[in-house]
């Protein structure tokens, strides 16, 4: 687990390989749009065709939100954007370790240009022009990004690729199998491998993590809203951490981080 990265000038971009912008595809992105506005607080914001949606929080964009096609056959699932300093090399190197580059490189307006790519291991992440989403000046907030894990059936397996890829430095394990990767001299995201415990129908995934005032409350309201709990409430390290699903199966991570204040319980 790795905190959002921080960066003391509003308009300076990511370091390479940090997560700087997240997707939802979902079958029923209107009533994912009412599950995340509740939860956190989103605003949203249609595109020039309707959808996708982009979320904000605070005058922030947090997120986009986009339809899945009926005939998909596709289960709802986040999707990190990680930031490249040139998207057409990085698109290059995903191929020549061993990934696949499923969409794009493609411009995408002001986004600068984006691709979607996999990892070896079948983990799906997109990765944009770095400098058309500035870091924040501050790390975040309840609502905001707290930090991005990928969950995968061996993180060793797949750590020289994503470095091979973004440049990144592995830290030594934390736990078995659980690696953090930095960029620019920051932690930025975590590799997860879950061996045998990794769920056969989902398959390797990215699953970002977002900040709460409490997480208890949290994981209630969830429930209230017609999510599920996948990963009881507990503590660790970097603060009181759950893993919930919204209605329709997308999986993210809940966390108040050490000293962040609870809510008072009504």
């Given at each position: 687990m790795t905190e959002a990265p921080e960066s003391a000038d509003p308009r300076a971009p990511h370091a390479p390989g940090t997560p700087c912008w997240v997707s939802l595809?979902?079958?029923?992105?209107?009533?994912?749009?009412?599950?995340?506005?509740?939860?956190?607080?989103?605003?949203?914001?249609?595109?020039?065709?309707?959808?996708?949606?982009?979320?904000?929080?605070?005058?922030?964009?947090?997120?986009?939100?986009?339809?899945?096609?009926?005939?998909?056959?596709?289960?709802?699932?986040?999707?990190p954007y990680l930031a490249s300093d040139d998207v057409d090399l990085t698109a290059e190197r995903v191929r020549m370790s061993g990934g696949t580059v499923a969409v794009g490189p493609l411009d995408a307006g002001g986004n600068g240009r984006v691709a979607i790519a996999a990892d070896p291991l079948g983990a799906v992440f997109g990765f944009c022009t770095a400098w058309a989403h500035p870091a924040p000046a501050r790390g975040g907030g309840p609502g905001l990004p707290a930090w991005t894990e990928l969950r995968t059936m061996s993180a060793v397996r797949v750590t020289t690729f994503y470095a091979r890829v973004f440049g990144y430095e592995a830290e030594p394990p934390s736990a078995p199998d659980h690696i953090t990767l930095r960029s620019g001299g920051r932690p930025v995201v975590a590799l997860h491998g879950m061996g045998p415990d990794l769920p056969r129908a989902l398959g390797a995934h990215w699953m970002p993590h977002f900040e709460v005032t409490d997480t208890d409350t949290t994981v209630r309201q969830v429930l209230d809203l017609g999510g599920r709990l996948l990963e009881p409430v507990h503590d660790t390290p970097y603060g009181r951490v759950a893993t919930v699903a919204d209605p329709h199966g997308a999986r993210l991570g809940v966390v108040r981080r050490p000293g962040t204040l609870p809510r008072p319980r009504r």
């Open positions: 595809m979902t079958p029923a992105a209107a009533a994912a749009e009412e599950f995340y506005r509740t939860l956190f607080g989103w605003e949203f914001r249609a595109g020039p065709l309707g959808r996708p949606v982009r979320a904000s929080l605070h005058g922030r964009e947090v997120a986009v939100i986009g339809q899945l096609p009926p005939d998909a056959g596709l289960s709802a699932a986040w999707t």
